[in-house]
């Protein structure tokens, strides 16, 4: 390893060639955050070069290892293992401004300036000629930037990237900058054009003289993977589903596998889907990527054991780089898109399956922390029947612990013991869950047996205690399960927007009166049974306020007439 520090365009000089792997995240840097600092650091080096003061930027470092050296000598080429994006936003820098010293009239600057972009074209032809190359999903935009004669309507082609935007942004500020002649240009003398070619020079001479980064060069036998996460572990850190991959990558390449190759058939299938894996998701009691929240539930899956999100790396590169029992990096890999496609599909379910119906239940409680035991049940050696079994377990454990109203603290813990039950006994899961939840006990953990839970729905209030949405989705599950024994085109499905209806309404006394000598006790017997659970229905939208307060004749009528529901169907006969 060999680490310089050196004027930044000297790395475009002579026949280096830079190329980011395929597998590299895409350009991200912002104008907010990225472009408009570097371009005020640019333009007040170019003022003090105009007043004859020469400073000195530091950019940062880059991390590159050399591929391969021609043995014509015609290009020796570079990997950028860390700095993709500064680099990127160098390139995309030069060659704004020299589309505008061209436009400009400034045409020796932008000569001197492409000499960085492209090498000779004795040397290499096509995109080959691009001394800086970045990974795939940019390389459409940059081309259309990077050559010669690129305009503006060229650099917004590509919607899907930045690319074209950052080229624009530093055109237009050099632009705005050489014909800033607000101030006192008489040095230049009469013409104009003097002072304009004067502040191009100035921004070249800032660019090419005064910015300035440590550039630390690789051969094959250094730990590239381990001075990447290094120079992460600082500042803004890559996620670390990006230092999963790099590090898969890495250990791939070192077992003989091209990184390249490596990332596009054994990585990019599912986990390449950039759009739909940084989306945010909440994880715990704050937020992550959904990348971030399949590796935090795929870790708990395999290792048993709920890993901070702050370490999820350094446990991954032990359990999965480092460890001599890890697997190839690329059976590693497959098996992470294979999961992260089931992950994926879980948002999809629906209750034509044991799982899809678990979904549902975890959604009605507000609880991802079970996805590592649903994800082993589904990969499990399983029989169908079993599977259904181990399910509808789980999903009583939690409706029936929501109804009694136990903590769901020790809930994460609980589903990753589960997890591990499935990965010791795959072929009986069904029995070693109903076996573990019932060995449980006190209120962290205990699953409620029958007698509790009637006693619960016959005597305490659930209208006003349980959330609206929940008390629906409880309910619904009441409807599902009238219907199971009926013949109908669907039985899984039920009507949207179902609304919570009090059978003997809330305001009772004018159309459901007691009998004339009833006591303040039975008044008080009465107000007690408003809000259990058999006086409450489903109904497909809000009955008016007269027909839901009125008598039950009235209201009966209704129900028998409009509502399709099972539930409403028995009430009214």
């Not at 365009?9 to 600092?37: H, I, M």
């Not at 436009?103 to 096509?126: K, M, P, T």
């Not at 809330?506 to 000598?517: C, G, I, K, T, Y």
Request: glycine share 6%; with cysteine.
């Amino acid at each position: 390893m060999k680490a310089d520090a050196q004027k930044a365009t000297d790395l475009f000089l002579g026949s280096n060639r830079y190329c980011v792997p395929a597998y590299q995240r895409p350009y991200v840097w912002t104008e907010e955050k990225q472009w408009s600092p570097l371009w005020e650091d640019v333009s007040r080096l170019a003022d003090a070069r105009l007043q004859g003061i020469t400073d000195i930027h530091f950019l940062g470092a880059i991390v590159v290892r050399l591929e391969d050296a021609s043995t014509d000598n015609r290009s020796t080429l570079w990997s950028v293992i860390d700095g993709q994006q500064r680099l990127t936003t160098l390139q995309l820098l030069i060659s704004a401004l020299a589309a505008a010293a061209e436009e400009d009239g400034a045409a020796d600057v932008a000569v001197l300036l492409r000499e960085l972009i492209l090498l000779n074209e004795r040397l290499a032809s096509g995109d080959e000629r691009f001394r800086f190359w970045p990974t795939t999903v940019n390389q459409a935009a940059f081309r259309a930037v990077m050559q010669e004669g690129a305009v503006a309507s060229v650099a917004q082609e590509d919607s899907s990237n930045t690319i074209g935007e950052a080229w624009e942004f530093f055109r237009e500020r050099a632009r705005e900058y050489a014909g800033n002649t607000g101030g006192d240009d008489s040095e230049f003398g009469p013409d104009p054009t003097k002072a304009v070619s004067a502040r191009y020079g100035a921004l070249y001479d800032a660019i090419t003289g005064q910015l300035q980064l440590v550039a630390i060069a690789l051969d094959s036998t250094d730990p590239a993977q381990l001075i990447f996460e290094t120079l992460n572990a600082r500042g803004t850190p890559l996620l670390a589903i990006d230092l999963v991959k790099n590090a898969l990558l890495d250990k791939a390449r070192k077992e003989g596998h091209s990184p390249d190759d490596a990332h596009a058939s054994h990585w990019e299938q599912e986990l390449g889907d950039n759009d739909y894996w940084s989306q945010d998701e909440r994880l715990g009691r704050g937020t992550a990527t959904k990348a971030e929240a399949f590796l935090y539930y795929w870790m708990a899956m395999k290792l048993g054991e709920l890993v901070p999100a702050d370490r999820l790396f350094d446990r991954f590169r032990r359990d999965f780089i480092d460890s001599p029992a890890a697997p190839p990096a690329t059976v590693v890999m497959d098996e992470l898109n294979s999961d992260a496609s089931l992950f994926r599909s879980l948002e999809q379910s629906d209750n034509s399956t044991a799982a899809g119906r678990f979904i549902a239940v975890t959604q009605m409680v507000d609880t991802k922390v079970f996805l590592p035991v649903t994800m082993s049940l589904i990969r499990a050696d399983l029989s169908d029947e079993r599977r259904e079994i181990a399910f509808a377990a789980l999903g009583s454990y939690l409706v029936r612990r929501m109804i009694r109203g136990l903590q769901t603290r020790g809930y994460g813990a609980t589903a990753v013991s589960l997890a591990a039950e499935v990965r010791r006994n795959p072929q009986n899961a069904d029995e070693a869950i109903v076996k573990f939840l019932l060995s449980a006990d006190g209120d962290s953990g205990r699953w409620p047996g029958d007698a509790e839970l009637a006693k619960r729905l016959a005597e305490e209030p659930m209208y006003g205690w349980l959330g609206r949405s929940r008390l629906a989705s409880l309910l619904s599950y009441v409807e599902l399960a009238l219907r199971a024994g009926v013949k109908t085109e669907d039985i899984t499905q039920l009507p949207k927007g179902l609304a919570i209806e009090h059978i003997l309404p809330q305001s009772w006394h004018a159309n459901w009166p007691l009998e004339p000598n009833a006591t303040e006790d039975d008044v008080a017997q009465r107000e007690s049974k408003i809000h259990l659970i058999g006086n409450l229905t489903l109904i497909t939208g809000n009955l008016n306020s007269s027909l839901s307060n009125g008598a039950w004749q009235d209201k009966r009528t209704s129900l028998s007439e409009h509502s399709i529901l099972m539930m409403n169907k028995e009430l009214a006969a």
